[in-house]
């Protein structure tokens, strides 16, 4: 921060002279020192931003009548700049700035994106635009910020007690945490949590491996462009940012107390063959909206964070290319197999091979050197869209998870025996696909589907939410003319309690074996996989509760119901980070509670609905 009478100081009258300043230090003979003028709020490529400092410089000065070029007269060498992330207020440092400009200074306007891709030869890209009066309303505020402080320079003239002379802090400050809602106003936030997040959730919706649909696999070009646009969106939120060893994007603002355990939140960047747009993106982008509206308010204050905040954008968690689900959440949660650099994908290239060609160290030690220390986090929170009816049965945008659901998945073979269709009699027959068929039925009955009279399922099951799917049949040989030898075929059962669950798969297998006894088969049950629920943690989904409660409050006129309690019957990273950390997660209204399909879909109003609660939640865990 530039102290007073430290050194003339170049200014510019207008901001449309701003990207010649943004080039300043590379031909200033004091660049780190040199106040520079650039739109705190602005979305100005940080690619842009970098060639002044790592570190984005705040407002300086513009004075009236000044040319560019011009140097600041000595009665005006004080510390025109408002604030730095570090650097806090002198009380008095901003008299000489709010003297030399009336209250009715003109207003001023950012370039167009057109000018300053022409001016810096940079790429707009992958950026949105901020709205014309946006600037013009901070800068109002700053203006009334600034009458306040002149109002405290005249008690520390008139003698004002001790503390009040002696204080460096703002206004802001004073009042202690940040009141995101009271800084920044209605239309900023508007536009912080809907209009933008809609909008960056749509373009990073068209960047796809696939001309005709969705499809975005790990480490493919798809997904290392979508990987970069992410890291974009979150320098533009104030984040340091950097890619880790399996890929993960992560994004992070240290708190007063670097060493406090952080809040981290994030969902996947990869997709599902076919997929929709909101999938896995929806839990990155709406907390990267979230985090810098609470940096703006933060940064306007003059206060920082408590707390360090991290967003990670986990590489890999459908598992398409190399089949093996949660890939980046299970790196830093430090539960990673090693076996699994050795798996292949459909072209036999082994994950440590992908790794490798992506600029990365497919090595065990770089996969180990990911994981988080478990003492550094708070908790994970979890945005993602409900892949289920309820919110929107419910009418209502969101709800809080108490619950990842336990599964079990498991691979029934039968072995009959293969035969001419017209000539072998039904007794004596040994057909898989009936067999199967008869098993099917008898699991939908004992889970309570198919709205029968028969189902054996019990009223636990259901408060449970027990379900079961048949989701995948494999007949051989396949042809209209002959029975069928062999059948393979998938089931999975979830529900929130395990006790509810393992008593489901006991039944299930118990009928499987004793079907197969009757119609003299072979049958191979194998349990390919099992997971335990999990509860979200109490604490912070009673915050998330409570900051939801808090949003529907804030639009009276939508109607909303109280946000439910529901159980996730899907696996999400949160399911990994929980052997890290304690979890919540968000669920988010989604239509007709379709997903993995190209049909999904959150609207804009959800989306807002939201991010202010996350940005509630965040605005009392980190200020």
């Known amino acids: 921060m530039v102290r007073p009478g430290s050194m003339d100081v170049d200014v510019w009258s207008t901001m449309a002279d701003m990207p010649r300043a943004w080039t300043l230090p590379r031909r200033h003979p004091a660049a780190h ?33 000044a040319r560019p070029g011009d140097a600041v007269p000595a009665a005006m060498r004080v510390p025109l700049v408002l604030s730095t992330r570090r650097d806090r207020f002198h009380p008095l440092s901003f008299v000489p700035r709010f003297l030399a400009r009336p209250l009715s200074a003109p207003r001023l306007s950012l370039p167009s994106c057109k000018q300053v891709n022409r001016r810096t030869g940079g790429s707009h890209s992958g950026f949105a635009r901020t709205p014309a009066g946006a600037h013009v309303r901070m800068a109002r505020r700053r203006r009334l910020r600034e009458l306040l402080l002149l109002v405290m320079a005249c ?30 106003n209605e239309e900023d936030l508007h536009y912080i949590l809907k209009t933008e997040p809609s909008w960056r959730l749509k373009n990073l919706g068209k960047v796809s491996d696939s001309a005709d649909n969705l499809e975005r696999t790990f480490l493919s070009p798809a997904w290392r462009r979508a990987a970069t646009m992410v890291r974009a969106w979150l320098e533009d939120a104030g984040m340091r940012t950097w890619m880790d060893g399996i890929g993960n994007i992560h994004g992070r603002i240290e708190g007063e107390d670097p060493d406090a355990p952080a809040i981290v939140l994030g969902s996947h960047l990869d997709t599902v063959l076919d997929a929709g747009m909101y999938d896995g993106a929806l839990g990155v982008v709406l907390p990267i909206s979230a985090v810098k509206a609470l940096q703006l308010a933060t940064e306007y204050t003059g206060k920082k964070l408590k707390k360090s905040v991290e967003i990670i954008g986990f590489s890999d968690e459908e598992g398409v290319r190399f089949q093996s689900t949660f890939l980046g959440s299970r790196a830093v949660a430090g539960h990673f197999p090693p076996e699994l650099l050795h798996a292949v994908d459909n ?18 030690e770089a996969i180990q050197s990911i994981a988080m220390d478990p003492d550094k986090v708070a908790a994970y929170v979890e945005v993602h869209m409900e892949q289920g009816p309820q919110l929107e049965r419910l009418n209502t945008p969101v709800g809080i998870v108490n619950a990842i659901a336990g599964q079990n998945r498991i691979q029934v073979r039968m072995h009959g025996e293969q035969g001419h269709a017209g000539t072998v009699p039904m007794p004596g027959r040994r057909d898989t696909v009936a067999a199967a068929g008869e098993a099917i039925n008898e699991i939908e009955k004992r889970c309570g589907g198919g709205n029968r009279d028969d189902a054996t399922s019990t009223i636990q099951d259901l408060e449970d939410q027990l379900v079961c799917t048949v989701g995948e049949v494999l007949v051989w040989p396949g042809a209209s003319n002959v029975i069928s030898g062999n059948t393979n075929f998938s089931i999975d059962i979830r529900a929130r309690r395990d006790e509810t669950r393992l008593k489901a798969v006991e039944d299930i297998v118990d009928a499987i074996n004793r079907l197969c006894e009757r119609r003299k088969m072979d049958c191979e049950v194998v349990r390919k996989h099992e997971a335990a629920a999990v509860a979200c943690q109490d604490r912070i989904s009673s915050l998330l509760a409570a900051a939801s409660k808090d949003m529907i409050a804030s639009y009276p006129g939508k109607g909303w119901s109280i946000p439910p309690t529901l159980t996730s019957g899907a696996g999400h990273d949160a399911l990994a980070m929980s052997e890290l950390t304690d979890i919540a997660m968000l669920f988010v209204r989604c239509r007709g509670g379709v997903s993995h399909s190209p049909l999904e879909h959150v609207s804009e109003e959800d989306i ?16």
């Open 33 to 65: 020192e040199a106040l520079v003028l650039v739109p705190r709020r602005s979305h100005v490529p940080f690619t842009t931003r970098a060639r002044i400092q790592a570190e984005p410089f705040l407002l300086a000065c513009v004075l009236d009548g």
């Open 155 to 184: 008690l520390v003239v008139s003698g004002a007690p001790a503390d009040v002379q002696e204080s460096e802090t703002c206004a802001g400050e004073a009042m202690g945490s940040v009141d995101v809602m009271q800084v920044l």
């Open 347 to 364: 072209n036999q290239v082994t994950l440590a091979e992908a790794l490798n060609d992506a600029g990365l160290l497919g090595k065990w």
């Open 608 to 623: 807002e609905a939201a991010t202010r609660t996350l940005l509630i939640f965040l605005q009392q865990e980190l200020t």
